[in-house]
């Protein structure tokens, strides 16, 4: 398969612990996306990398949130000292360079997050 | 403002009939795109169509088709000959170009549920 993966696909978690999800884009993808889902909603905006480089945060990525991508391939979403306002869906999307708008995201299957 | 209105939460169709999930948009953008994604139950988004604010002609794609009516800032997806494995939640999203400020993410709209009927 060779769509984008994410890993794990579900994780529960006691308030105040901090997890970490990790996104596999397509492989000559250089750009990748994370996205948060309630339910019931579309997906928001968390942060934009392209290769290493994170280029855009959103304002719902709080200071408990950070995003790595090192090396340009992988990348991981950590969330610390988690909420219960945390739980929700966390989709990854990456892209091949394109136009400006005409840039076509694939998404992962999502990791969902359960904060007890 | 929204600017991704999706104004159906759920849609029910008969099996092989067509169908119509509304989206309407707002930006003041001139170069932006649209995409329709569908989310089963399982929860990966799959990309459907696309239309370009600059696209002479409507997108298709296969079963799929996009009503995009610019002057009415609507991009309405036409599903023919419905199967019962389209049921599942549909998602209008749009890109803006640089020049609205915005990076490079899709603002999506709430979603419509539509289940096909045997």
């Known amino acids: 398969d060779t769509g984008v993966s994410q890993d794990p696909r579900h994780k529960i978690t006691k308030r105040g612990q901090n997890v970490t999800f990790r996104c596999d884009p397509i492989?000559?993808?250089?750009?990748l996306y994370w996205y948060r889902q309630t339910l019931g909603q579309g997906p928001e905006f968390l942060t934009y990398?392209?290769?290493?480089?994170?280029?855009?945060k959103s304002r719902l990525l709080s200071d408990r949130f950070s995003a790595e991508r090192p090396k340009g391939s992988f990348s991981t979403l950590e969330i610390q000292r988690t909420e219960q306002g945390d739980s929700a869906m966390y989709l990854c999307?990456?892209?091949?360079?394109?136009?400006?708008?005409?840039?076509?995201?694939?998404f992962g299957p999502g990791t969902r997050l359960t904060v007890l | 403002a929204q600017k991704i209105t999706q104004t159906q939460p759920g849609m029910f169709v008969q099996e092989k009939e067509a169908v119509t999930l509304d989206c309407t948009y707002d930006t003041s953008d001139p170069s932006y795109g649209l995409f329709w994604y569908k989310q089963p139950s399982s929860g990966e988004m799959i990309f459907l169509i696309y239309?370009?604010?600059?696209?002479?002609q409507n997108a298709t794609e296969g079963r799929y088709s996009l009503n995009f009516q610019k002057a009415r800032k609507s991009a309405n997806l036409v599903i023919s000959a419905s199967q019962l494995g389209d049921s599942a939640m549909y998602f209008c999203a749009m890109r803006e170009s640089f020049s609205s400020g915005s990076a490079r993410q899709l603002t999506f709209g709430s979603g419509t549920q539509l289940t096909v009927l045997p």
């Open positions: 999307a990456s892209s091949l360079p394109s136009t400006e708008v005409t840039d076509t995201q694939y």
């Open positions: 239309q370009g604010s600059y696209d002479q």
């Open positions: 990398f392209q290769n290493e480089a994170q280029l855009e």
């Open positions: 492989s000559e993808h250089n750009r």
